[in-house]
């Protein structure tokens, strides 16, 4: 969200600089920047399903195994508390070590799995993201736009918060990079 924040006021930074050039500078360089937002154009694309499908396939295995570590230490749990009033003081504390060592390890297998989902989704993202950035590239090009920014941030907060519809038209290449790409 900082990082976001950053960006805009940056950004902002920028734009407000050239709109106050010396008026020789702004007249012989014209601007034109123009925006798009990747989410509509990503959750538009049929490769899109299978990735989520991949995604969700590989979370629900995931999940699976820490359902079957969390039933193992659950049972363990329940087995001590069946016998820690007629096992010695220092069984019980050998047991207790045991069992923290598996929460332990249950504990450091759900930062685990966190870790393998954030990588399996970004391994399975990152083409579709690549030909998003390129046909952004080939619209941008075509149409001679000096500047695209992104709509939004990845946490989804709005960075272009007004535009006007006799604009918008021209400058959103949205539609323009669904077309390249064929959705």
Known sequence: MKTAKIFLLTTLVAIT???FAPASQAQTQDMKIGFVD????LERMPEMR???QRLQNFAERKQQELSDKESALQTEIELYQQKVGVISESARQTEEERLSEMDT???QLQTQVEREFQ???ADLMSP??????ESINTVAETR????????????GDVIILYVSEEIQSEFDITDAVM?????
């Open 144 to 155: 001679g736009l000096d500047y695209v920014l992104n709509t939004t941030t990845s946490n």
């Open 105 to 107: 390890e249950f504990r």
């Open 17 to 19: 600089g050239f709109m």
């Open 179 to 183: 077309q390249d790409l064929g959705i």
């Open 50 to 52: 299978a990735v989520q």
């Open 128 to 133: 579709l993201l690549n030909q998003i950035q």
């Open 119 to 121: 990588q399996q989704r």
């Open 38 to 41: 990747p989410r509509a154009v």
